[in-house]
């Protein structure tokens, strides 16, 4: 019988990291997500996956707090055993996240640390706590930013962030590869869903801009960028590792 795999989103109870956990079930895995502060959407979400057969559970993480991790990977090994009966995952999607959009000037230290904490610290050491765990063969995905690429006004502390996630990616492929375990990017374009005050779903003139910016001359949604990611959890994309794929319609080509 073929081992059931299975994958753990950061940030998957809405938007981006819901999208991604539903296509990833779609592609036959069981899912793990965690969720900030939203419960019900989280639970919904895991009911959405089981409807589909695939098993699923949902733990509250917030992703900024390192000191937490040690009691998070101990829930996860726990559940692990008692539904697998091995302590092994084998796809990591590093998915939660926050935005801020703000002058440069007008960005304080507050602003930074928050972007940093979440962004890249966070990814970076629940990564690192992530690997004992994580089966040989298996895969990392890191959730960057088209904004690691072009410029646009007071999105500099996150992307900053971003462009660390990006150079950190190439690293793990590097380090981990005794285990076999790749690890890639996929950068979003501008994608409308309640990220960063929702500016991407309900502000006429950036939806505008960003329209007359991409080639295929649209916003992004949610369901443009989850079936990459599930792309990525299959053996389909075996040969995949160090890229930075930008999913953004051709934004500022």
């Known amino acids: 019988m073929e081992k059931r795999k299975l994958a753990l989103v950061t940030g998957g109870s809405r938007g981006l990291g819901k999208e991604m956990a539903l296509r990833i079930a779609e592609k036959g895995l069981d899912v793990i997500l965690t969720y900030h502060a939203n419960q019900d959407a989280a639970m919904n979400t895991v009911r959405a996956i089981e409807e589909m057969g695939q098993k699923a559970m949902a733990i509250q993480l917030d992703t900024r707090n390192v000191n937490s991790f040690d009691a998070f990977f101990k829930e996860i090994r726990t559940y692990l055993e008692e539904t697998y009966s091995k302590p092994v995952f084998d796809y990591l999607i590093n998915n939660a996240g926050t935005g801020i959009y703000k002058p440069f000037l007008e960005t304080t230290e507050s602003d930074f640390d928050e972007m940093m904490n979440i962004h890249i610290k966070g990814v970076y050491f629940l990564t690192q706590h992530a690997v004992p765990l994580l089966a040989n063969g298996g ?14 006004p007071g999105s500099s502390a996150y992307a900053s962030m971003k462009g660390a996630v990006d150079v950190f990616t190439r690293y793990l492929a590097m380090e981990l590869s005794n285990k076999k375990i790749r690890a890639n990017v996929v950068a979003p374009g501008a994608v409308a869903t309640d990220f960063g005050g929702g500016e991407n779903k309900e502000n006429e003139k950036k939806r505008a801009l960003i329209s007359q910016n991409t080639a295929l001359g649209r916003v992004g949604e949610p369901e443009d960028i989850g079936g990459i990611v599930a792309f990525l959890c299959t053996e389909d994309a075996r040969w995949i590792n160090g890229q930075r794929i930008e999913a953004s319609g051709g934004i500022m080509l």
């Open 139 to 152: 895969g990392i995905i890191n959730i960057s930013s088209g904004l690691a690429r072009f410029s646009l």
